[in-house]
């Protein structure tokens, strides 16, 4: 505990994971209501930070507040869709989205054709990755001038009903078939987790990040610079803070537990 109080009040800003962390679906996690109130309070700056890209932001944060987590604005929510719809936007892309209805709806605004995709942008959308719609994507990466783009590359996620497979089996079913290399914009990339922190002001050495998956979460966070806290809840199975050449800097049962430590 001494140790994860240092570490943790050596750091100028936090990132927290949302699923799996602070809920799943529409349930909180052990005090994690009372926690950011709590965490709120102490002035730390903090952003969430999350993969999701089943639904939009506004779903996000529609959820969050349902919960009873009241006090949280869209400022301070940042997301693999906010990423991925920067870069179709930076590049003036035209992509073909594998995502689901809810989750098209952050790429409103941008113009885009119903043909001549150059792209695709691939999420998790259970209703949009069968295979009328991986081959239509297989066939606009046949040109080597096209693009995939994965919002992340997430192996499995916690639903209500267990574990859920996740959307990387169906970029790296894109992979194998193309021979191509999807760009991963979400977590664990490193511009992912550097962007956040220039979000926050600060730097990623000052930051340290909170979540359930050891790989997206906390490797890549501390490969990125960053310190990195693992939680059991979520998709947390025993075992996996040995399962990566980098170790959590620090394990606690729930993000409760670890702001209860640090205030």
């Given at each position: 505990?001494?140790?994860?109080n240092?570490?943790?009040?050596?750091?100028?800003?936090?990132?927290?994971d949302?699923?799996?962390?602070?809920?799943?679906?529409?349930?909180?996690?052990?005090?994690?209501?009372?926690?950011?109130?709590?965490?709120?309070?102490?002035?730390?700056?903090?952003?969430?930070?999350?993969?999701?890209?089943?639904?939009?932001?506004?779903?996000?944060?529609?959820?969050?507040?349902?919960?009873?987590i009241?006090?949280?604005?869209?400022?301070?929510?940042?997301?693999?869709?906010?990423?991925?719809?920067?870069?179709?936007?930076?590049n003036?892309?035209?992509?073909?989205?594998?995502?689901?209805?809810?989750?098209?709806?952050?790429?409103?605004?941008?113009?885009?054709?119903?043909?001549?995709?150059?792209?695709?942008?691939?999420?998790?959308?259970?209703?949009?990755?069968?295979?009328?719609?991986?081959?239509?994507a297989?066939?606009i990466?046949?040109?080597?001038?096209?693009?995939?783009?994965?919002a992340?590359?997430?192996r499995y996620?916690?639903?209500?009903?267990?574990?859920?497979?996740?959307?990387?089996?169906?970029?790296?079913?894109l992979?194998?078939?193309t021979?191509?290399?999807?760009?991963?914009?979400?977590?664990?990339?490193?511009?992912?987790?550097?962007?956040?922190?220039?979000?926050?002001?600060?730097k990623?050495?000052?930051?340290?990040?909170?979540?359930?998956?050891?790989?997206?979460?906390?490797?890549?966070?501390?490969?990125?610079?960053?310190k990195?806290?693992?939680?059991?809840?979520?998709?947390?199975?025993?075992?996996?803070?040995?399962?990566?050449?980098?170790?959590?800097?620090y394990?606690?049962?729930?993000f409760?537990?670890?702001?209860?430590?640090?205030?």
């Amino acid at each position: 505990i001494l140790l994860l109080n240092r570490m943790a009040s050596g750091s100028r800003a936090l990132l927290i994971d949302l699923s799996g962390t602070i809920f799943t679906d529409r349930v909180p996690t052990p005090r994690a209501v009372s926690a950011i109130s709590k965490l709120i309070k102490t002035g730390l700056p903090f952003l969430f930070v999350s993969n999701s890209t089943k639904e939009s932001q506004s779903s996000l944060l529609e959820r969050m507040h349902s919960i009873g987590i009241n006090q949280v604005t869209s400022d301070i929510i940042f997301t693999s869709l906010t990423c991925t719809k920067d870069l179709v936007e930076s590049n003036q892309l035209n992509p073909l989205l594998l995502l689901s209805d809810d989750a098209a709806k952050d790429f409103n605004g941008i113009p885009r054709k119903s043909t001549s995709h150059d792209s695709v942008v691939i999420g998790l959308a259970p209703e949009k990755l069968n295979y009328l719609n991986l081959n239509a994507a297989f066939q606009i990466l046949l040109d080597d001038r096209s693009r995939l783009i994965a919002a992340h590359k997430g192996r499995y996620f916690k639903s209500a009903d267990g574990l859920a497979i996740g959307p990387g089996a169906f970029v790296e079913s894109l992979e194998y078939s193309t021979g191509r290399q999807a760009e991963i914009v979400g977590k664990p990339s490193a511009h992912f987790f550097h962007r956040a922190a220039h979000l926050l002001g600060t730097k990623p050495s000052d930051c340290c990040m909170i979540g359930d998956d050891v790989r997206d979460d906390v490797e890549g966070a501390m490969k990125a610079g960053m310190k990195g806290v693992l939680v059991r809840t979520g998709k947390y199975r025993e075992g996996d803070e040995h399962s990566t050449d980098a170790p959590p800097d620090y394990i606690c049962e729930t993000f409760a537990d670890f702001v209860d430590i640090l205030v």
